[in-house]
């Protein structure tokens, strides 16, 4: 799977404490806001006791001033969340994901990217490798 680098939230980054992505995205001039694309998390590890991670999809018009549009909750055990944005209503011209940790020591080693369609299936990315790991 190639990965523009323009439409990546958080490339192999670290995430200890409630926090924002490496970067913000802007939707790609032309298509209207959320048509047949989706916010796509993978979580390539995670540590810690009882660790948790909501994410959570914000939106600017002028990549200053963000606003939440909605938070999602990734279940114990998977290592993919896919963010839809065609059913949400608001969107702007730049998005961000705020990170959202919980549990004592959390460690989450993620990377997250704008793309087409509603996401991929889990099943594409059992074998990527954590930092290090490649």
């Known amino acids: 799977m ?3 680098a323009q439409q990546q939230f958080s490339d192999k980054q670290a995430v200890t404490s409630t926090g924002y992505a490496t970067n913000s995205v802007e939707i790609p001039p032309g298509l209207n806001a959320g048509i047949d694309m989706a916010a796509q998390i993978i979580v390539r590890s995670e540590s810690g006791t009882n660790p948790t991670l ?3 999809l914000e939106t600017s018009s002028d990549d200053s001033t963000y606003t939440k549009l909605v938070g999602v909750k990734k279940p114990a055990g998977d290592k993919l969340l896919n ?5 949400i209503s608001g969107l702007k011209k730049f998005l961000r ?15 997250s990217m704008l793309v087409a ?3 991929f299936s889990s099943q594409g990315i059992q074998h990527i490798a ?5």
């Open 2 to 4: 190639f990965i523009d």
């Open 54 to 56: 909501t994410v959570e």
């Open 83 to 87: 963010i839809a944005l065609g059913s």
């Open 97 to 111: 994901l705020r990170y959202v940790v919980g549990g004592v020591s959390p460690a989450y080693n993620i990377t």
């Open 117 to 119: 369609g509603d996401g």
């Open 130 to 134: 954590a930092r290090g790991q490649e």
